[in-house]
Nanobody
Framework: AVRLVESGGDSVQIGESLRLSCTAS????????VAWYRRQPGKECELVSS???????DYTDSVKGRFTISPDNARNTMYLRMNSLKPEDTTVYYC??????????????????WGKGTLVTVSS
């Protein structure tokens, strides 16, 4: 069966770091475009970071210089390293994957595959 499972979410203090994982089964993650999204209660989905099949990366302005997306093809996993975490980073993070033949959509549930999310909480 095709699955994407996020993990690594936790409760941390301001300025600390986390590494989120997105592990695929049933398909090869490295043969797809992958993106991390987040959605805060009552707000629209936000595309946090993406990486294309060719390895091109992109980040939303609020996380540039703090977050890094990186693949581990041997583990069929995509990571999101999050440094210098802020309270406004608190929410559920989702990963999604899609074929590279179309643009990255505005929300994870418009990708070809997506997971159930992992919760990140940043407190002072």
């Amino acid at each position: 069966a095709v699955r994407l499972v996020e993990s690594g979410g936790d409760s941390v203090q301001i300025g600390e770091s986390l590494r989120l994982s997105c592990t695929a089964s049933g398909f090869t993650l490295g043969e797809t475009d992958v993106a991390w999204y987040r959605r805060q209660p009552g707000k629209e989905c936000e595309l946090v970071s993406s990486i294309s099949v060719e390895g091109s990366t992109d980040y939303t302005d609020s996380v540039k210089g703090r977050f890094t997306i990186s693949p581990d093809n041997a583990r069929n996993t995509m990571y999101l390293r999050m440094n210098s975490l802020k309270p406004e980073d608190t929410t559920v993070y989702y990963c999604g994957a899609k074929d590279s033949d179309r643009p990255t959509p505005d929300c994870y549930n418009h990708m070809d595959y997506w997971g159930k999310g992992t919760l990140v909480t940043v407190s002072s």
